[in-house]
Every structure is written in structure tokens, then in C-alpha cells.
């Protein structure tokens, strides 16, 4: 089974990027999907998920209005849309499905002001 993210890269404030999160050797379905992030110097962190049961999405407060998490099963793959990126959004993304313990291996995105 693989996670692969990417998408990642260098922008100026207020831009977008689009991260995405390739899954093989497992079908992921209505399974619970979600992003965390690691700035340097700093603690992992949750950044969005899209919870199995009801399809609800939660955001964590940094990032909710900008970021939007999504899936795509059809093609197995899981995405991160974030907007209006501000430099304190600069860290490694790493893609993960909860239900399963995997990770994926991290893109870094990197904000410049």
C-alpha cells in the first residue's frame, strides 16, 4: 500500500496550490481521509479530515475558509485546495487515512512573503 502526495512547491502569499494524494494497493472508499502538516521546529498538526461516518469535513482553525479538503474515489486519490497561503502555512503536507495507520510520505509547500 502507497500514499503518494504531491502538488507541493514554492508561492507568494495569497496564492493556491492543490495538493493531491495518490492511494495504492488499497481501496480507501468512505474511509476516513485526512491531511496534517509539520512547519520546522514544530509539532505535527491537523489540518483537515473528511470524518467516514456522515461525510462531514473539519478544518482546524488556521486554516478553515482557505482550505478545502476533498476525494475523489473514482480515481482513489484524495486532495487539499488551499488558497489566500500565508507564510505561516509553509511545512510538509502529508497525506493519511486513520483507519489504516498509513502515511504518505510528505510535499513540502513553502510560502514566501
Known amino acids: 500500500v502507497q500514499l503518494q502526495a504531491s502538488g507541493g512547491g514554492l508561492v507568494q502569499a495569497g496564492g493556491s496550490l492543490r495538493l493531491s494524494c495518490a492511494v495504492s494497493?488499497?481501496?480507501?472508499?468512505?474511509?476516513?481521509i485526512a491531511w496534517f502538516r509539520q512547519a520546522p521546529g514544530k509539532e505535527r498538526e491537523g489540518v483537515a479530515c473528511i470524518v467516514s461516518d456522515n461525510d462531514d469535513t473539519v478544518y482546524s482553525d488556521s486554516v478553515k475558509g482557505r482550505f478545502t479538503i476533498a476525494s475523489d474515489n473514482a480515481k482513489n486519490t484524495m486532495y487539499l485546495q488551499m488558497n489566500s497561503l500565508k507564510p505561516e502555512d509553509t511545512a510538509v503536507y502529508y497525506c493519511t487515512l486513520p483507519a489504516f495507520g498509513l502515511w504518505g510520505q510528505g510535499t513540502l509547500v513553502t510560502v514566501s512573503s
Open positions: 494497493g488499497l481501496t480507501f472508499g468512505n474511509s476516513a
